[in-house]
């Protein structure tokens, strides 16, 4: 894997990443100057290659985080540029907003308590994906929670298409509205409150956001609890499995397929998903050791499970 040449198509790799962030980020990935861009294609020119100097060795956990990074770059891609990502934002908020009608129009029906949604944050109503593409440029494809809490505290989270016109709406119908997040409650907690307001977001308090305050567990069945107590939650709405009242917090990928399997009734109705194919717990489901594994395991995983 150290040879001479593997490293060599390494670095052009994260010069080519650099040149598809600077098009995705509009010429520049967070403060990175980006490599010449052909106007025909979007990819990284370099002029007389062959005169570059020799590239320093890579780690292979270098590596093995280049590695991650190509592998998201298509996902973002397609996030940040596709029709059919914003047309799916627009479709989950569409069917949340016809619940809240079906659930209003039949009081007799409900627990007569309040009326509530209950959602996740990233990548459920706020983007971040301007900040992963400068993340990959980097050569960086591993989102861990240092990441996230640096990246959160920024403040710099953009809207979903169509986010900020739905929540005000669900506002307007008297329906409260609970962000049920995992940003870090300590460290997170002012900041996404500024990045919220900013956006233009309704019930931005301390009522309504609920974010992780216990680093031991990460599952929200406990803050679902505590919001169902008083209210009577019309539906739950997420990028991730976690994000739904399904218990499916560190089950493997059978016992997570099984419970999805369990409640395909409710999906659409209470439950709505948001798709995120660049991270989430469906990528730590693949396998137990999948973001450790060396380079060479990670590629022979990747033809097992595209194959089995």
Known sequence: ???????????????????????????????????TVTAASGAAYVENPQDAPMPLPLTEEEISSQQ?????????????????????????????????????????????????????????????????????????????????????????SEALPGAVEFLNEVARRGVAIFYVSNRWSEINYEPTVRNLTALGFPSVDAEHILLRDDLKRSDKEPRFDQIAADYDVVVYMGDNMGDLPLYTSGKTRTERNAAIDA??????????????????????????????????????????????
């Open 1 to 35: 894997m150290n040879t001479w040449n593997t490293q060599w198509k390494n670095q052009w790799k994260k010069t080519l990443a650099l040149g598809c962030a600077a098009f995705l980020l509009g010429g520049s990935a967070w403060g990175h100057a980006a490599p």
């Open 263 to 308: 409640a395909k009734a409710e999906f659409g109705t209470q439950y709505i998903v948001f798709p995120n194919p660049v991270y989430g717990a469906w990528v730590s489901a693949l396998a137990k050791d999948y973001m450790t594994m060396s380079p060479e395991a990670r590629e022979d995983f990747y033809g097992k499970m595209l194959t089995e």
């Open 68 to 156: 991650l990074a190509d592998a998201e770059y298509m996902a973002l891609l397609w996030m940040r540029t596709s029709a059919e990502y914003r047309a799916l934002c627009y479709q989950g908020y569409n069917a949340a907003l016809m619940a809240i009608d079906r659930a209003q129009a039949n009081p007799v029906a409900r627990s007569g308590k309040p009326l509530a949604i209950v959602l996740d944050c990233d990548e459920t109503v706020t983007d971040n994906t301007r900040a992963m593409a400068a993340s990959v440029a980097d050569g960086n494809g591993r989102f861990d929670a240092p990441w996230w809490r640096g990246t959160v505290h920024e403040g710099r």
